[in-house]
C-alpha cells in the first residue's frame, strides 16, 4: 500500500484535517476525565480509544480513503472514508453516552462543565460530520466551507457563557 499523501487541489490538507479530526474524540475523553478528577495518565487509560485515533488518522493518508485518481470533476470515495465517518460517529457516541451516566453522579460546576464541553463538543462534532456526509453524497463544496463556521460557533458560544457569568444553565447551549 502506498501512501497517497502529496496530491493537487488540497486533498494534503484535507487529509490533515481529517487526521487532526481522529483525535478529538480522544481528547474530549481525556477533557471529561480531568474534568471529573478521574484521569490517571499512570493506569493507561483510554488506550483503545488512542488506539482507535491512531488508525483512524493513518487510514486518512491511504489511497483507501481518497484514491490517487479522485479529481474534483469526478470524486471518488474509498472505503476508508466512510470506515473513517463510521468510527469517528462510534467514538462521539461512545463518549456522549459516557458523559451522560458520569454527569448523574456528577453535580455543580463539574456536572455543568461536563455537559458543555462535552455534549457541546460532540454536538459540534457531529455538525461536522454531518457535513461531510453531505459533501460526500452531494458533491457541493458548500457543506466544506460551513465546517469551520461550525466549529467558530461551538467556541464562541462556550466563551460567551463563560465570560458572562459563573454560573450557567448549559441547555440552552445544547
Given at each position: 500500500?502506498?501512501?497517497?499523501?502529496?496530491?493537487?487541489?488540497?486533498?494534503?490538507?484535507?487529509?490533515?484535517?481529517?487526521?487532526?479530526?481522529?483525535?478529538?474524540?480522544?481528547?474530549?475523553?481525556?477533557?471529561?476525565?480531568?474534568?471529573?478528577?478521574?484521569?490517571?495518565?499512570?493506569?493507561?487509560?483510554?488506550?483503545?480509544?488512542?488506539?482507535?485515533?491512531?488508525?483512524?488518522?493513518?487510514?486518512?493518508?491511504?489511497?483507501?480513503?481518497?484514491?490517487?485518481?479522485?479529481?474534483?470533476?469526478?470524486?471518488?470515495?474509498?472505503?476508508?472514508?466512510?470506515?473513517?465517518?463510521?468510527?469517528?460517529?462510534?467514538?462521539?457516541?461512545?463518549?456522549?453516552?459516557?458523559?451522560?451516566?458520569?454527569?448523574?453522579?456528577?453535580?455543580?460546576?463539574?456536572?455543568?462543565?461536563?455537559?458543555?464541553?462535552?455534549?457541546?463538543?460532540?454536538?459540534?462534532?457531529?455538525?461536522?460530520?454531518?457535513?461531510?456526509?453531505?459533501?460526500?453524497?452531494?458533491?457541493?463544496?458548500?457543506?466544506?466551507?460551513?465546517?469551520?463556521?461550525?466549529?467558530?460557533?461551538?467556541?464562541?458560544?462556550t466563551a460567551w457563557a463563560m465570560i458572562t457569568s459563573r454560573i450557567f444553565d448549559a441547555r440552552h447551549f445544547l
Amino acid at each position: 500500500l502506498e501512501l497517497a499523501i502529496f496530491q493537487e487541489d488540497g486533498l494534503f490538507w484535507l487529509r490533515m484535517a481529517t487526521m487532526v479530526g481522529a483525535f478529538i474524540p480522544f481528547h474530549l475523553w481525556i477533557t471529561k476525565e480531568v474534568v471529573r478528577g478521574t484521569y490517571d495518565i499512570r493506569r493507561g487509560q483510554g488506550w483503545w480509544m488512542a488506539a482507535l485515533g491512531v488508525f483512524l488518522g493513518w487510514i486518512c493518508f491511504t489511497e483507501w480513503f481518497i484514491p490517487l485518481h479522485s479529481t474534483p470533476e469526478l470524486r471518488i470515495r474509498g472505503w476508508a472514508y466512510y470506515t473513517y465517518i463510521v468510527g469517528v460517529i462510534t467514538l462521539y457516541v461512545i463518549l456522549c453516552v459516557q458523559t451522560l451516566f458520569q454527569a448523574r453522579s456528577t453535580s455543580g460546576v463539574k456536572k455543568l462543565e461536563l455537559q458543555v464541553l462535552l455534549l457541546g463538543g460532540c454536538a459540534a462534532c457531529f455538525a461536522v460530520i454531518g457535513l461531510m456526509v453531505m459533501n460526500a453524497i452531494t458533491h457541493q463544496s458548500v457543506y466544506i466551507h460551513l465546517q469551520p463556521i461550525v466549529v467558530l460557533g461551538f467556541y464562541s458560544g462556550t466563551a460567551w457563557a463563560m465570560i458572562t457569568s459563573r454560573i450557567f444553565d448549559a441547555r440552552h447551549f445544547l
